[in-house]
């Protein structure tokens, strides 16, 4: 869990492909960099079976740059194992962070993180040769062939490549869209929150049934693992705060029932209380929720000694 919070977004992002748009304009928009076209199309395997042309609606991936908190005790090692596969691939995030893979990184320093680019060779190749399509230096086919554990052997038609890419600079346009498409990626996995809330409708009534017909050790038990199940909406933690409430007051547990009150309060600011409607013991652990006026203290007293405060709503 540590390592997920310390996780930033990228590495890629998705672009649905525009009508007029060709890959050189959105390298250009996304990049800056026309020639950046070549990353899209090995990114995609655009370059298989011949060469593949987009069209509207194609969803194309984005290469772009990773990004790590670093926490205590962590080494390029460890680092280069969980992002990018390997721990020999150690030297390479090193050096994409200008820093040395014999030193540990610093504590709460953020790194960059390359994108691993799949280059499938198509005919047989050479490093040197895949090198070329990528990098400028002469250096880099001896880092990529020892990222690849290649041992200078030739590459075949079908094998993957890695090529660690950290040149990856997005215009603000670029930056725009891939902070858009991070929001949608949190809004899909929000879909977990949505059958909790889902599943917790279907129980609410089985909640209230519960506490009417006083088997309220099942209430709490239902109602706990109902809140614990996931992201709940508003109305629904207040509703079952509410019979908790209730639930806690006739087991006699006045402190969980007071915590529960004031859940329900933050989760429903306009309750009110009625005291014709509602038990004196239940007024007595819900002290900060508001009365409905009018009420007389004999009708609160002559109220039964499990009452709901309002009825509960449909699920």
């Not at 007595?284 to 009708?299: E, I, K, L, R």
Request: net charge negative; charged share 20%; proline share 7%.
């Amino acid at each position: 869990m540590a390592a997920a919070l310390c996780a930033l977004p990228a590495h890629a992002f998705p672009h649905v492909v525009q009508k007029t748009e060709t890959l050189a304009s959105i390298a250009e928009r996304i990049y800056g960099r026309i020639q950046y076209e070549r990353i899209l199309v090995h990114a995609n395997q655009l370059d298989a079976c011949g060469g593949t042309s987009i069209v509207p609606g194609m969803i194309l991936e984005v290469p772009a740059l990773g990004h790590r908190r670093i926490s205590s005790g962590d080494t390029w090692s460890a680092l280069a194992k969980e992002l990018l596969g390997d721990e020999r691939r150690a030297e390479v995030l090193a050096q994409a962070n200008h820093a040395k893979s014999w030193q540990p990184p610093e504590d709460g320093a953020e790194i960059v993180v390359p994108y691993n680019l799949r280059y499938i060779v198509q005919k047989e190749e050479t490093i040197p040769s895949v090198a070329s399509k990528f990098f400028a230096d002469n250096q880099s086919a001896w880092m990529l062939d020892r990222y690849n554990d290649v041992g200078g052997h030739t590459v075949r038609r079908g094998d993957v490549v890695l090529v660690p890419l950290t040149d990856l600079p997005l215009t603000e346009a670029g930056k725009l869209e891939a902070s858009q498409a991070d929001a949608l990626v949190r809004s899909e996995a929000a879909g977990s929150a949505r059958d909790a809330q889902r599943k917790a409708a279907s129980e609410l009534p089985a909640l209230f049934a519960e506490v009417r017909a006083g088997r309220y050790l099942e209430a709490v038990v239902r109602g706990t693992r109902m809140l614990t199940s996931g992201e709940l909406t508003r109305p629904q933690q207040a509703d079952i705060h509410r019979s908790l409430t209730e639930a806690y007051v006739a087991l006699d547990a006045q402190g969980l029932a007071a915590t529960s009150c004031q859940k329900w309060r933050e989760n429903e600011p306009q309750a009110v209380l009625d005291p014709v409607l509602v038990s004196p013991k239940i007024l007595a652990v819900c002290t900060d929720m508001p009365v409905a006026p009018g009420a007389s203290a004999s009708a609160a007293a002559s109220a039964p000694a499990s009452a709901s405060a309002a009825p509960p709503r449909s699920p």
